[in-house]
């Protein structure tokens, strides 16, 4: 395990920590967290009977401990969808992917938080209105050539994007139909198709938003298209201003802790690119470094809001010693504690890496329960 590198462990980290917060998840009563889980609650098996009569939701059932959350699901998904296309970030391949997870008939089974609901009914009116559009484009030739020119464009629009996808697209529709005016007319279909995805993630700033990023930004770590990506990303489930910042901010902290491996410099680099919304809460949490960070976090808000999450996150990985301190900080200061986990342990796992002194326990990494598939996907991804 030593030989991980800081980018795979950063995706380790991520998806440990959040296994790891699963069984006290959106238990409120921090004095009920701390009798439940003890000194160590990481992997706590707790039942609804363990949350009765607190302020609490007890959302996953059907979890077992070494279960990730739905946070924890949403990295995987992005995780898949870079491991399909050897790397590459395409918007239109995850979106189809996510759907393909969260929606009817997908293998996810568990909570399905508001943007993913909403971006799943997003999803299908968009597609719905896209097709409808695309059919009434003006065509000379029959029904049948219509649909497999339609077939063309979406598959291509799975794989590629920009000049490729053009390009794509083009050496399709010469295959059958060698002609300028019909590769016009399919391009013409492809634009139509992509503008009816513009807009289709949720109008919501909490901590889904950032969930999927950790694999995305340690694969495009120093890629010139990251801010892009990232975005883009973001918006895919999270439509807002504030959803991209926060976006940005946790890409800077996590690319400046592969970059540097301190977290004090990384923090600083997130902080500076925290603009109107996340510069004040950095701020404020720079000032508070000598408090408790389940005081701090009780303070700041514990529930599952972008504003709450990502500095409470931040003030404990500064005064975490460790990856195993800061898993064990999250959880103990309660609510949302598998969201922050997401930032945690992303950031933890790319500055002390993975088994050594401080880095990620080795018997927690042997608990998750879907370490071999995050592994084999890791490999094809190339981290």
């Not at 293998?107 to 059919?135: F, K, W």
């Not at 029959?142 to 598959?155: F, M, P, R, Y």
């Not at 309660?334 to 997401?342: I, P, T, V």
Request: charge should be negative; glycine fraction near 8%; aromatic fraction near 8%.
């Amino acid at each position: 395990m030593s030989t991980h590198s800081p980018r795979r462990s950063a995706v380790l980290g991520a998806l440990v920590a959040d296994a790891a917060a699963l069984g006290l998840h959106w238990l409120y009563d921090q004095d009920r967290v701390r009798e439940l889980g003890g000194a160590t609650p990481e992997f706590c098996d707790t039942s609804a009977a363990d949350f009765e009569g607190y302020p609490a939701y007890f959302a996953h059932p059907t979890k077992q401990p070494g279960d990730v959350s739905q946070y924890g699901e949403q990295a995987i998904t992005l995780l898949q969808s870079l491991a399909a296309n050897s790397g590459r970030y395409v918007q239109r391949h995850y979106e189809d992917h996510f759907r393909a997870v969260f929606g009817y008939g997908g293998p996810y089974v568990g909570y399905i938080d508001h943007p993913t609901r909403d971006t799943l009914d997003n999803l299908a009116r968009a597609d719905a209105n896209a097709m409808a559009a695309a059919r009434a484009l003006p065509f000379a030739g029959s029904a049948s050539d219509q649909q497999a020119l339609i077939t063309k464009v979406t598959a291509n629009l799975a794989l590629f994007e920009g000049a490729a996808l053009r390009d794509g697209i083009e050496a399709a529709v010469r295959r059958s139909h060698d002609d300028d005016e019909t590769v016009a007319y399919a391009l013409r279909l492809a634009d139509t198709l992509v503008a009816a995805r513009e807009h289709v993630g949720a109008q919501d700033e909490q901590l889904p938003a950032i969930a999927k990023l950790p694999a995305l930004v340690a694969h495009h770590c120093d890629a010139p298209d990251l801010a892009a990506a990232v975005e883009s990303a973001v918006r895919v489930t999270n439509d807002t201003a504030v959803a991209v910042e926060a976006g940005q901010v946790f890409s800077t902290f996590l690319r400046e802790a592969l970059t540097t491996g301190d977290m004090a410099t990384a923090f600083r680099a997130a902080l500076m690119d925290g603009g109107e919304t996340f510069k004040p809460l950095f701020e404020s949490v720079q000032s508070r470094l000598a408090d408790s960070s389940i005081d701090v976090v009780k303070d700041i808000g514990m529930s599952c809001q972008l504003v709450y999450g990502m500095p409470g996150a931040a003030h404990i990985l500064l005064t975490a010693g460790s990856f195993s301190d800061a898993v064990r900080l999250n959880i103990l200061a309660g609510g949302d504690s598998c969201g922050r986990a997401m930032c945690i342990g992303a950031v933890a796992g790319a500055v002390y890496g993975c088994v050594g002194e401080g880095g990620i326990p080795e018997a927690w990494l042997d608990r998750l329960n879907r370490r071999d598939e995050v592994l084999a996907l890791l490999d094809a991804v190339g981290l």
